[in-house]
């Protein structure tokens, strides 16, 4: 599409926002099954008893780590992607090279004994599945006004987001209905969708002519400060999100599996009671942490990006607190958990899915926004600095992706180091995320509230 201007408001009511909001719709589709590829080893852990497959709970958040690894790095050429290729295009093969980890995945579970470097080989090109995020960032910001990005954004991440509890969600169903051996079936649903989120990109998605790739620009937005201070906040937040995502599953499980066999070996139908319990309640955080980032990027349009990511920071702090009371309880206490540890536990991750969903949005709302600032600041016709302020937010779009991702990385690396530690529980990691929430919270009223 030429000449596409989405601040004409003469055009956008004429039909100009039909073609976004459809564009947006095959967007969400493309990104939703993407994310639910990334995340699919954080279901599959749940399919993997040490009896069977040999690794330990510490292996499997280090299996669960290399997708998210991967995903944030890819996340910056795909950034540029959109602009080579064209938004439609990259949006098809993107979905079409998800394939290959989906089949790969669905062999390996199929065939025990291979080594841990082979499962976190294959984990790996699961992480394809996390690039596309910011390909359809990109893509979308650049067919959305000003006045309509936070929900834009919020929308089609969030959508997107949905992708983790959804597959947990399908892992869920497969465990309640088959047992905790059939993973195979979670594999064979995703080839389906990404079969129809392909086919409908290729339908119903647009190219548009005035996307421009500048690596340039890339290394131009590293130069502001606030794009430093900004990829900081979106590990808080969207690392966060990522990481207890794919981690959350994992933790249940152990502390389920910890209180049936008091400490003993457990037993194959142990095992599967624990993979059900987990699976039971693992995606419930996802689920509202995804659907919160469209009302953080709302709530951010009316009171802005800054003031609701420092307040999502307290509250941050807050439930790392009650998270950590909780685990600690559970470490001096003998015996199973009790329920109010358990509730203790379980109610303080759910804020924390819910309120990292709302600093997702909120944080990528000031990205615009601060570049539509600095533009007015700029000697030239509106023209050029409309798309000078496009281009550095496309820019740090991706790289705040990509820098955010790795919080997912560190979170899970934190929980294996912690529980591998002498306690042999997630408490200390816990610890370091509360503090680091408060560090944000200072730091986005020091930076962005004064």
């Known amino acids: 599409m030429r000449d596409w201007d989405p601040e004409d408001t003469a055009a956008w009511e004429a039909g100009n926002k039909k073609v976004a909001r459809r564009n947006l719709v095959w967007s969400v589709a493309t990104e939703h099954v993407g994310f639910s590829i990334w995340s699919i080893w954080s279901v599959m ?27 944030a790095v890819l996340r910056v050429p795909y950034t540029m992607a959109t602009a080579f290729f064209g938004g439609r295009n990259w949006a098809i093969f993107s979905g079409v090279a998800l394939l290959v980890p989906a089949v790969l995945t669905w062999w ?14 294959v984990a790996a090109l699961a992480g394809l599945g996390g ?62 969708l990404l079969a129809v989120a392909s086919v409908g990109a290729a339908v119903f998605m647009d190219n548009l002519d005035h996307q421009t790739a ?21 590990i808080g937040t969207f690392g966060s999100f990522i990481g207890f995502g794919f981690a959350f599953g994992q933790v249940l499980n152990q502390t389920f599996l910890a209180g049936l066999t008091g400490g003993a070996a457990p037993t194959p139908a142990q ?18 942490g995804s659907v919160s980032r469209v009302w953080g990027g709302k709530l951010a349009d009316r009171r802005g990006g800054a003031a609701v990511t420092l307040w999502t920071f307290v509250g941050m702090a807050c439930a790392g607190v009650l998270v950590t009371l909780a ?31 709302l600093g997702n949005g909120s944080v990528y709302k000031m990205i615009p926004a601060l570049f539509e600032a600095k533009a007015a600041s700029i000697p030239g016709p509106t023209v050029e ?35 591998q530690g002498a306690g042999k529980s997630a408490t200390a990691a816990f610890i370091v995320f509360t503090l680091f929430y408060v560090g944000a919270a200072v730091l986005t009223k020091v930076r962005y509230r004064r």
């Open 45 to 71: 852990v749940l399919f993997m008893p040490q009896a069977v497959y040999g690794f330990t709970a510490a292996d499997k958040f280090f299996l669960v780590a290399v997708p998210t690894l991967v995903g």
């Open 108 to 121: 390996l579970m199929v065939n025990p004994g291979h080594s841990l470097g082979t499962f976190m080989a």
């Open 131 to 192: 690039g596309n995020f910011a390909s359809s960032m990109t893509n979308i910001n650049a067919f959305y006004p000003q006045r309509m990005k936070g929900w834009a954004l919020g929308l089609n991440a969030g959508g997107g987001n949905i992708g983790v509890p959804v597959v947990q969600l399908v892992g869920l169903l497969v465990i309640a209905t088959l047992g905790n051996r059939r993973p195979e079936v979670v594999c064979a649903v995703y080839l389906v």
């Open 214 to 234: 500048n690596p340039k620009a890339m290394l131009e937005v590293l130069r502001h400060a606030d794009a430093w201070v900004i990829s900081l906040l979106y």
């Open 271 to 288: 095992t599967a009671a624990a993979s059900l319990h987990a699976a039971q309640i693992a995606f419930v955080g996802p689920l509202l």
């Open 327 to 357: 685990a600690r309880a559970d470490d001096v206490t003998a015996g199973a958990a009790t329920g109010l540890q358990l509730a203790g536990l379980i109610g303080g991750f759910v804020l924390l899915f819910v309120l990292s969903g």
């Open 385 to 419: 600095r409309a798309a000078w302020s496009r281009s550095m937010s496309g820019a740090l779009i991706g790289i705040a992706g990509a820098i955010g991702a790795v919080g997912g990385v560190l979170i899970n690396l934190g929980l294996r180091a912690s529980y």
